[in-house]
């Protein structure tokens, strides 16, 4: 019998994606780093898709990525700007993001009262929580698992371990 639900946050309740255009778009008008062009985007995603799928095998951690991200988006647009910078910025502008998805508050709202709701989510701690509180989605949350907190990344077995073990320590 399905008791609990594990959400994710990005993509999945709340649109990184379009926050991902919007900060890139006002990052190179900050910046002053030429106009932002959306065939850019899929340039970004391929990149963060990349440098994620290597913290989630392990082989790289946060910080290394927030490092290099904009640094190899930057090189492959043949853009010459300071990616660290633009990486401060960039998690400045998520911080305070929360650009849900289309139906996620309505369906988080109708599963609330039937099950427990939990997100797992790799990234920054506060800024998960944060993005969650101002869309609204916080309150209906039974736990955040979030990577950063659990000292290790999803899909790991530490990190869905730590998840199990937090749930069964809440009903014993």
């Known amino acids: 019998m399905l008791k609990v639900i594990l959400f994710d946050i990005d993509n999945t309740l709340l649109s990184f994606n379009a926050y991902a255009k919007e900060s890139m778009k006002s990052g190179f008008e900050k910046f002053e780093i030429g106009t932002y062009e959306d065939r850019m985007f899929s340039v970004f995603n391929q990149i963060n898709t990349d440098l994620w799928q290597l913290i989630e095998k392990g082989k790289l951690d946060f910080k290394e990525l927030q490092k290099k991200r904009w640094n190899m988006i930057f090189e492959y647009l043949g853009i010459s700007a ?54 609204g989605m916080l309150p209906y949350f039974s736990d955040l698992f979030i990577s950063e907190e659990i000292g290790s990344s999803k899909p790991s077995e530490t990190f869905f371990s730590t998840c199990i073990n937090r749930l069964n320590a809440k009903t014993e």
Do not use: T, W
Request: hydrophobic share 40%.
């Open 82 to 135: 300071d990616g660290i910078a633009f990486e401060k910025y960039f998690q400045e502008c998520l911080f305070e993001s929360a650009i849900p998805e289309n139906g996620a508050m309505e369906l988080v709202k109708y599963l609330h009262s039937k099950y427990i709701l939990c997100v797992a989510s790799n990234g920054p701690y506060m800024q998960q929580v944060n993005r969650l509180k101002i869309s």
